[in-house]
């Protein structure tokens, strides 16, 4: 039988996948620091401070800006659960793994559910956004702004216009998005936005940021029917984060240290400054890849800055590369999911991992690999 008798002593890894992400020596020295209670009013603090620096990163002026008690995936439900009533027509935005769980949490919400599809790495022309809109006159219009399973932005402007010319709210995943690109929730007209910790910004998994706006609150606030999910429903979040501090649930504080650090990182540096940080280092791991004639996936212009899809060049293996990295640099990188398995690998420059330093690093890694594979010799 096995014991946990000894102290636990966890491996250091290069997280280049598609997340978690490495973490800032800072976050984790602030989570070290002693946890208050729930209903502290040092942790009402630190989460006031949250929402206002979550409010920048989102681009928005929405009062109503949190965090969810969960990773990405509670965002997601938690948009999900509040805004689609059972009947009510969604139309989702598909090209992508998760645009496929945003399916599927609609459908077990006992939403009517209806698909535009296209190729995985594709993204929707304003034309289309439009049309497949007007067309179907939904309820709620679903999409993905940064699809980690492709590598493809969809900024959503034109999404978002169709929508609200179609009276429908606007939910938008912006997971990957969110500390290293522009979300811009106000500019674009993205009514709910969500989002989590463990990508560009640089924490722990443990925590989704989310936000809606005035005309979503206002649809909640006039919801006749129960919010299906208890953990994630928003009235009773809000009694608890706002005047009432109700007790609904039992926060997990460190977490809240942790992001509480890392948008202090964030405000340190300025988050157009770590927009272009990241932008500068993802065109730089382009060019290195182009050098040795390793295409991307998404075409120039739609490509996320802290996700990149290359392809796997032709006679490579990805797993032998993948495990190659791994065993010799400590590197963790993805393949590629449902019909890109095999296809493109899915490396991540994001949060605290996006430097010139990584960037060298993974190429030179990458060659060698590659190299080993009888490709570049
Ligand atoms: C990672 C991710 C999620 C899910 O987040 P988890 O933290 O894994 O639950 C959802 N959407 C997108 C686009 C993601 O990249």
Same mark, same amino acid.
């Given at each position: 039988?096995?014991?946990?008798?000894?102290?636990? =002593?966890?491996?250091?890894?290069?997280?280049?996948?598609?997340?978690? $992400?490495?973490?800032?020596?800072?976050?984790?020295?602030?989570?070290?620091?002693?946890?208050?209670?729930?209903?502290?009013?040092?942790?009402?603090?630190?989460?006031?401070?949250?929402?206002?620096?979550?409010?920048?990163?989102?681009?928005t002026?929405?009062?109503?800006?949190?965090?969810? +008690?969960?990773?990405?995936?509670?965002?997601?439900?938690? *948009?999900?659960?509040?805004?689609?009533?059972?009947g009510? =027509?969604v139309?989702?935005?598909?090209?992508? !793994?998760? &645009?496929?769980?945003?399916?599927?949490?609609?459908?077990?919400h006992?939403?009517?559910?209806?698909? %535009?599809?296209?190729?995985?790495?594709?993204?929707?022309?304003? #034309?289309e #956004?439009?049309?497949?809109?007007? +067309?179907?006159?939904?309820?709620?219009?679903?999409?993905?702004?940064a699809?980690? $399973?492709?590598?493809?932005?969809?900024?959503?402007?034109?999404?978002? =216009?169709?929508?609200?010319?179609?009276?429908?709210?606007?939910?938008?995943?912006?997971?990957? &998005?969110?500390?290293?690109?522009?979300?811009?929730?106000?500019? +674009?007209?993205?009514?709910i936005? !969500? $989002?989590?910790?463990?990508?560009?910004?640089?924490?722990?998994?443990?925590?989704?940021?989310?936000?809606? &706006?005035?005309? #979503?609150?206002?649809?909640?606030?006039?919801?006749?029917?129960?919010?299906? $999910?208890?953990?994630?429903?928003?009235?009773?979040?809000?009694?608890?984060?706002? +005047?009432?501090?109700?007790?609904?649930?039992?926060?997990?504080?460190?977490?809240?240290?942790?992001?509480?650090?890392?948008?202090?990182?964030?405000?340190?540096?300025?988050?157009?400054?770590?927009?272009?940080?990241?932008?500068?280092?993802?065109? *730089?791991?382009?060019?290195?890849?182009?050098?040795?004639?390793?295409?991307?996936?998404?075409?120039?212009?739609?490509?996320?800055?802290?996700?990149?899809?290359?392809?796997?060049?032709?006679?490579v293996?990805?797993?032998?590369?993948?495990?190659?990295?791994?065993?010799?640099?400590?590197?963790?990188?993805?393949?590629?999911?449902?019909?890109?398995?095999?296809?493109?690998?899915?490396?991540?420059?994001?949060? !605290?991992?996006?430097?010139?330093?990584?960037?060298?690093?993974? %190429?030179?890694?990458?060659?060698?690999?590659?190299?080993?594979?009888?490709?570049?010799?």
């Open positions: 039988m096995s014991t946990t008798a000894s102290a636990l =002593k966890a491996p250091t890894k290069l997280l280049f996948g598609p997340g978690p $992400s490495p973490v800032h020596p800072r976050v984790y020295e602030a989570m070290r620091q002693p946890i208050v209670g729930h209903l502290d009013p040092f942790f009402f603090q630190v989460n006031e401070d949250i929402r206002r620096g979550l409010k920048t990163c989102f681009g002026a929405n009062e109503f800006t949190m965090v969810i +008690s969960g990773t990405g995936s509670a965002g997601m439900e938690c *948009a999900v659960t509040n805004f689609v009533e059972p009510a =027509k139309a989702v935005f598909a090209n992508g !793994y998760f &645009s496929d769980r945003l399916t599927e949490m609609a459908r077990r006992g939403g009517d559910v209806v698909r %535009l599809e296209k190729p995985w790495g594709e993204t929707y022309t304003d #034309a #956004a439009r049309e497949f809109i007007a +067309s179907t006159k939904p309820a709620v219009v679903a999409f993905v702004q699809e980690t $399973s492709t590598g493809a932005y969809q900024p959503g402007h034109a999404i978002c =216009k169709a929508a609200h010319e179609a009276g429908a709210l606007v939910i938008a995943d912006c997971v990957t &998005s969110l500390g290293g690109m522009p979300v811009l929730v106000d500019e +674009s007209g993205i009514d936005a !969500y $989002s989590g910790t463990q990508k560009a910004l640089g924490c722990p998994p443990g925590l989704a940021p989310i936000t809606c &706006s005035p005309r #979503a609150l206002e649809w909640l606030k006039a919801r006749k029917t129960t919010t299906v $999910s208890w953990y994630l429903d928003l009235k009773l979040l809000l009694d608890y984060y706002e +005047s009432a501090h109700r007790y609904h649930h039992t926060a997990p504080i460190s977490m809240f240290y942790a992001l509480h650090e890392s948008l202090a990182i964030i405000t340190e540096e300025g988050l157009e400054n770590r927009w272009a940080r990241h932008k500068a280092n993802h065109e *730089a791991f382009v060019a290195g890849l182009a050098e040795i004639g390793v295409g991307m996936l998404v075409a120039e212009g739609h490509r996320l800055w802290t996700l990149n899809t290359p392809f796997v060049p032709a006679g293996n990805d797993m032998n590369v993948r495990k190659k990295l791994m065993a010799e640099h400590s590197i963790e990188i993805a393949g590629g999911l449902g019909p890109l398995g095999g296809k493109v690998f899915r490396i991540g420059t994001m949060g !605290y991992g996006s430097s010139p330093e990584n960037v060298q690093l993974l %190429l030179g890694a990458l060659k060698d690999a590659f190299q080993a594979e009888g490709y570049g010799k």
